[in-house]
């Protein structure tokens, strides 16, 4: 009995809540009424920001996922790699140490916008059939002028 005295309080209090919630009005930033407070000045310091990084060079480049082979694909830091991975499997494609993860089906194929600002060896890895299916490999520095405008894919042994 009591207990149900208190279920019908809660409700009561819920549903009068609701309805000043419902009635209350609501103060947008383009209202012009402003309320004046007494504040303090403080200094502040502006750094200036650091411009966006640019794109060394934009590759694009497809692994399919049914193949036996890895895909090592040789990039530079400061390129961007649009990487897309097909697959004949329902899977997802993880790339771990740049925390990407996508789906991929036949339908399907995983797509990825990487810019790649740091040297090192990243894995491109099935997760549900626990493979790899490639490797992107970015070395220090600048891509040498005559190998401008191409990614080179290697292929190589798992």
Same mark, same amino acid.
């Given at each position: 009995m009591v207990a149900? /005295?208190?279920? *019908?309080?809660?409700l009561v209090?819920?549903? *009068?809540?609701?309805?000043?919630?419902?009635l209350a009005p609501v103060k947008s930033p383009k209202d012009k009424t402003t309320t004046t407070t007494a504040t303090t000045a403080t200094p502040t310091v502006t750094t200036p920001s650091a411009p966006p990084a640019k794109s060394a060079g934009l590759f694009k480049?497809? *692994?399919?996922?049914?193949?036996?082979?890895?895909?090592?694909?040789?990039?530079?830091?400061? $390129?961007e790699l649009l990487l897309t991975v097909k697959s004949k499997l329902y899977d997802q494609?993880?790339?771990?140490?740049?925390?990407?993860? $996508? =789906?991929v089906s036949p339908g399907f194929a995983a797509k990825?916008?990487?810019?790649?600002?740091?040297p090192g060896t990243?894995?491109?890895?099935?997760?549900g059939a626990n493979r790899l299916v490639?490797?992107? +490999?970015?070395? =220090?520095?600048? +891509? =040498? $002028?005559?190998? /401008?405008?191409?990614? /080179? =894919?290697?292929?190589?042994?798992?």
């Open positions: 149900r /005295r208190l279920l *019908i309080l809660l209090l819920l549903g *009068i809540s609701t309805l000043a919630a419902a480049y497809t *692994i399919d996922a049914n193949s036996k082979n890895v895909n090592v694909i040789e990039l530079y830091v400061g $390129e494609v993880s790339i771990p140490k740049l925390g990407q993860i $996508e =789906p990825f916008d990487l810019y790649l600002d740091h990243s894995a491109v890895r099935l997760i490639g490797r992107l +490999r970015v070395s =220090p520095g600048a +891509r =040498p $002028e005559k190998a /401008r405008g191409k990614a /080179r =894919p290697h292929r190589g042994q798992r």
